[in-house]
């Protein structure tokens, strides 16, 4: 007699976290929105963490799916970094022409005026670039410790600029 051999059957059932086809597609599509990665993972179901170890997975290039993945978000959100840029550095070099429409409904009935204006340079955009790509030259000292201060010698040099300010301020009579 033959002996039956009981074959455990996997469940088919993928776990919440699998790496699938639809989940990739759903990142992939958030992140071309514009989307951070922690809204790209919400909508595909998974974690921020789980998708740092796909990524992680794809260091390996014979992990051939997770390589793709990996380079494939690397090569969206370094797109989307570069459009950015290319605005910022357009809109501080300025000179792109915009037109405007202008509807009026007055007595003599509806006007249409059409605007062309060139834009000037913008100082804001090009502050905003420098601050942040050449941060040792241009960006701002949030906290310098080469500048800290002791807490009891900004509180004598609060006290001294106080009494120098009622010191210059007559007292008159008392009314």
Same mark, same amino acid.
């Given at each position: 007699?033959?002996?039956?051999?009981?074959?455990?059957?996997?469940?088919?059932?993928?776990?919440?976290?699998?790496?699938?086809?639809?989940?990739?597609?759903?990142?992939?599509?958030?992140?071309?929105?514009?989307?951070?990665?922690?809204?790209?993972?919400?909508?595909?179901?998974? #974690?921020?963490?789980?998708? @740092?170890?796909?990524?992680?997975?794809? @260091?390996?290039? +014979?992990?051939?799916?997770?390589?793709?993945?990996?380079?494939?978000?690397?090569?969206?959100?370094?797109?989307?970094?570069?459009?950015?840029?290319?605005?910022?550095?357009?809109?501080?070099?300025?000179?792109?022409?915009?037109? !405007? #429409?202008?509807?009026?409904?007055?007595?003599?009935?509806? !006007?249409?005026?059409?605007? &062309?204006? #060139?834009?000037?340079?913008?100082?804001?955009?090009?502050?905003?670039?420098? !601050?942040?790509?050449?941060?040792?030259?241009?960006?701002?000292?949030?906290?310098?410790?080469? &500048?800290? +201060?002791?807490?009891?010698?900004?509180?004598?040099?609060?006290?001294?600029?106080?009494?120098?300010?009622?010191?210059?301020?007559?007292?008159?009579?008392?009314?």
């Amino acid at each position: 007699m033959v002996k039956k051999r009981i074959i455990k059957r996997r469940d088919k059932r993928r776990s919440p976290i699998s790496f699938t086809r639809r989940k990739r597609f759903i990142i992939y599509e958030a992140l071309r929105a514009g989307l951070p990665l922690t809204r790209a993972a919400g909508l595909a179901g998974v #974690t921020v963490s789980c998708i @740092k170890k796909w990524k992680d997975k794809g @260091k390996d290039k +014979k992990r051939r799916i997770h390589y793709d993945f990996r380079n494939r978000v690397k090569a969206i959100q370094a797109s989307l970094e570069r459009e950015s840029l290319q605005i910022i550095r357009e809109t501080a070099k300025g000179g792109n022409r915009i037109s !405007e #429409t202008k509807i009026t409904i007055g007595p003599k009935g509806k !006007e249409v005026t059409k605007i &062309k204006k #060139t834009l000037h340079p913008n100082w804001q955009a090009a502050a905003w670039f420098l !601050e942040r790509r050449y941060k040792d030259d241009y960006g701002r000292e949030i906290f310098d410790k080469r &500048k800290e +201060k002791d807490t009891d010698e900004l509180a004598f040099e609060i006290k001294k600029a106080a009494d120098a300010l009622f010191a210059s301020v007559p007292m008159g009579k008392d009314k």
